[in-house]
């Protein structure tokens, strides 16, 4: 255990921290009815939480890389950790916010999340990595928007700073959408890698590959009867 596996650890750590936020049991809460700011410290915190864990998420890969301790239990703890996070949020917006998080986008990016994963496997059992595209880096940071603003959408509609009113409400149905998007494409443009990569590992096998020494003896020729042989 070093420092960038500890607070790889830390973001695991925020997933039932966060679903104990949002549930109905959270103490620190107005409670479900009340309305406003008096009424928001269960958004506000949840909010601030999953923030914390989604920095955490390029901190620890950072400092793994800095201080040269890129192990094999932070490669394994690292994309569990992002993937229980984003998982556990949208499972849990079903429930909290069914206006701005329907179930089929949640099934759709928890979909996603499994292919990936799924193939991340095999490339890795096939010798090979797939990096990371700008598409992917780009749905991250939708889906941290998304999160919070859907968090904050189940309080408040929209806010009023100073004349200047901040549709929240808006905001959160825009960034679901277009995180669901933006998943499906950069699915597609992993998948498109994958197969590049994949087709040309097989070549490669088929080149090489070697001949199995059979232990079945081979079946004799029928010997020619006398007459015929001249």
């Known amino acids: ?12 750590a925020c997933v039932p921290l966060l679903i104990w936020i949002l549930s109905p049991a959270f103490p620190f809460t107005g ?3 009340a309305v406003g700011l008096r009424g928001g410290e269960q958004e506000i915190i949840a909010s601030i939480v999953f923030i914390l864990a989604a920095i955490t998420d390029g ?35 079903v429930a909290y916010n069914p206006r701005v998080v329907p179930p089929w986008i949640a099934v759709l990016v928890i979909g996603r999340e499994f292919l990936v994963s799924g193939l991340r496997s095999i490339a890795a059992a096939e010798g090979f990595t797939i990096e990371a595209s700008e598409i ?24 009023n700073w100073g004349g200047y009113i901040v549709g929240v409400h808006f905001i959160a149905v ?4 277009w ?15 994958f197969w590049k990569k994949i087709d040309h590992a ?12 059979s232990r079945k003896p081979k079946p004799m020729p029928p ?3 006398p007459s015929r042989i001249t």
Not at 1 to 12: A, E, F, H, V
Not at 180 to 190: E, G, M
């Open 1 to 12: 255990m070093n420092l960038p596996n500890s607070i790889t650890m830390s973001r695991i």
């Open 31 to 33: 409670g479900h009815g």
């Open 59 to 93: 901190l620890d890969g950072y400092l793994a890389r800095r201080r040269k301790q890129i192990t094999t239990m932070g490669m394994l703890l690292d994309p569990l950790a992002d993937k229980l996070m984003v998982t556990a949020a949208y499972i849990i917006l």
């Open 136 to 159: 992917g880096k780009l749905k991250t940071v939708i889906q941290i928007v998304s999160v919070v603003a859907a968090i904050l959408a189940h309080r408040w509609d929209y806010w």
């Open 174 to 177: 825009t960034a679901i959408y």
């Open 179 to 193: 995180m669901t998007i933006v998943s499906i494409i950069s699915a597609v443009d992993y998948f498109i890698g």
């Open 202 to 213: 097989s070549d490669k096998r088929r080149k090489r590959r070697s001949f199995v020494l």
């Open 223 to 225: 010997a020619e009867h």
